[in-house]
């Protein structure tokens, strides 16, 4: 596996890059925006295809890298169901996968330092956020922050992984790079409480200022989504009851950009094709399997995901591509949903 630890020294914090192997697919874990141009460096460097970036929670001391990784590497951002972010690619829940061509982490939900937190873990590591810091934990005070789910989301959670299990935060101020959970067990003064009331009263009297960047980086990182003015200038979006009224017409096939496990969890619209985000570059190509679609029968391609970002990068590809009959499905299946259009399972 590659593996590199990357830190931001303004803001303390840690990112974190993985692939399976030189040349395959990669993620990013927490990248920091003024960071990025060194992630891209590295990510060509190590010839690697950035294809998830992630964000553990929605941060409040600097400002996310995943806008600006997304619109250079036209990577799926990835943050948890309960985020406030305006438009995120793909939103994951507990006990989720979280996977890339060799690696597949599990998701685990750790709320407490904000209600949005999420762990990620491999077999032998994992990745904790602002939840668990080494020989400390995230700060509790803000952004529907909860001492005692985050005694449950430790406790309950992440301290029953093996106790050689690699510990590797989001932040460190100290200098300190990775920890184990045993380690942390019998180290971390936070967690040397007999129960959840001790601990809250213990975290609900560090009285810290707010961190410096907080107002603007909270703002900042909640308008995260794409823009995607340009897509809907050339006339390229379909709203979901615009959508309604094409679907099932002859000359237009359905394409369903998710993974499995979303389209397992959500379901998908009747009648879709399924060509996975990751694939579409060689899909769309010459002699792939939506071009052959589009150029044989004159088919007009709408594709759609889970919030629209992934398909409006997908209509730009495809147009790029030479194919000028590709729309997308505004808001993706979330729209088409509200819209009450029809489900299969």
Not at 160 to 169: A, I, Q, R, Y
Request: charged share 25%; with cysteine.
């Amino acid at each position: 596996m590659i593996f590199r630890q990357l830190f931001d020294p303004v803001s303390s914090t840690y990112s974190y890059l993985l692939a399976s192997r030189k040349g395959g697919e990669a993620l990013i874990i927490d990248p920091v925006l003024e960071r990025v141009e060194r992630y891209l460096q590295l990510i060509h460097e190590l010839d690697l295809k950035l294809v998830k970036a992630v964000d553990t929670h929605l941060h409040a001391d600097h400002i996310t890298g995943l806008g600006a990784l997304r619109d250079k590497t036209h990577c799926i951002t990835v943050m948890g169901e309960q985020t406030k972010a305006d438009v995120v690619s793909m939103r994951l829940s507990d006990n989720d996968t979280l996977t890339i061509e060799g690696l597949s982490l599990d998701v685990i939900y750790t709320p407490g330092h904000t209600d949005d937190s999420y762990s990620f873990v491999l077999p032998d590591r994992v990745f904790t956020g602002d939840t668990l810091l080494i020989r400390g934990t995230g700060r509790t005070d803000f952004q529907n922050g909860d001492p005692k789910a985050q005694y449950e989301s430790i406790f309950g959670r992440l301290l029953k992984l093996p106790e050689s299990t690699l510990v590797f935060p989001a932040h460190d101020y100290k200098g300190d790079t990775v920890s184990t959970i045993g380690e942390e067990r019998a180290f971390n003064p936070r967690l040397q409480v007999k129960s959840a009331d001790e601990y809250a009263e213990l975290m609900n009297n560090l009285k810290l200022a707010n961190p410096k960047m907080m107002d603007v980086a909270v703002p900042a990182n909640i308008r995260v989504g794409m823009n995607q003015d340009n897509v809907m200038r050339h006339g390229w979006a379909l709203t979901a009851q615009q959508a309604l009224g094409v679907v099932g017409l002859g000359d237009v096939a359905l394409i369903d950009l998710r993974e499995n496990a979303e389209r397992q969890r959500n379901g998908t619209i009747p009648g879709s094709l399924h060509v996975p985000y990751p694939s579409l570059e060689e899909s769309i190509g010459a002699g792939g399997t939506l071009h052959e679609l589009a150029t044989s029968t004159r088919k007009r391609l709408l594709f759609y995901c889970a919030f629209g970002e992934r398909s409006a990068m997908a209509v730009q590809a495809a147009h790029d591509a030479g194919l000028p009959l590709a729309f997308h499905i505004q808001g993706g299946i979330d729209a088409w949903k509200k819209a009450d259009g029809p489900m299969a399972h």
